[in-house]
């Protein structure tokens, strides 16, 4: 079975770039995930989406950044304009809904990390 | 509130030996709770969940913790330890508030479990 799909794995720009990340989650998951991670800051939940619809972007740190989800099959996370202190590994996850409850009593599915450098 | 705190930041046994990787969380509304690995260069992965049913949960690689609502833990533990475990772990909390329909979902700072040979 395939899994989340991030693109790209590794990105290096300089600072004032747009950035585009993907991510295309699990057929049939209904929840997606995005996460930045650093080691400063360790694994910090930026915004979740259910049925494509952001449900909780508080962790979003600041208008440069914005994500969408078109589509149940595709997300992507943009920053614009980028800084150094974007450089992280941003993780996007998916999860379904298997249990009346809401999202919190289902796992979540991780792709492997987009790595991103702003020089 | 909620809070999820793991006392180690990094923990270190030998091949064979058991494993304790301590979480201490605080919630005001019943809690789901789950540990995750993350191997290098890799995602999380979901080792195992507490979502009110039994106590003690077992997960993957032998791994499994026990929720002890009394004491606001959630230890993850193995009783003997693999070359292959050596990762990054987490525990998350993650629950409903009340007259929310969203949760939150807090993650752990991470425990890195080395393995010494």
Redesign the interface.
Known sequence: DAGVIQSPRHEVTEMGQEVTLRCKPISGHDYLFWYRQTMMRGLELLIYFNNNVPIDDSGMPEDRFSAKMPNASFSTLKIQPSEPRDSAVYFCASSSILYVGGVGNQPQHFGDGTRLSIL | AQSVTQLDSHVSVSEGTPVLLRCNYSSSYS??L?W?VQHP??????LL?Y?SAATLVKGINGFEAEFKKSETSFHLTKPSAHMSDAAEY?CVV???PGGS?????I????TRLSIRP
């Open positions: 809690p789901s789950f995750y260069n890799k995602g999380l992965q979901l969940k979502t987490f993650s629950a409903i329909s969203a949760s939150k979902i993650f752990g700072s991470g």
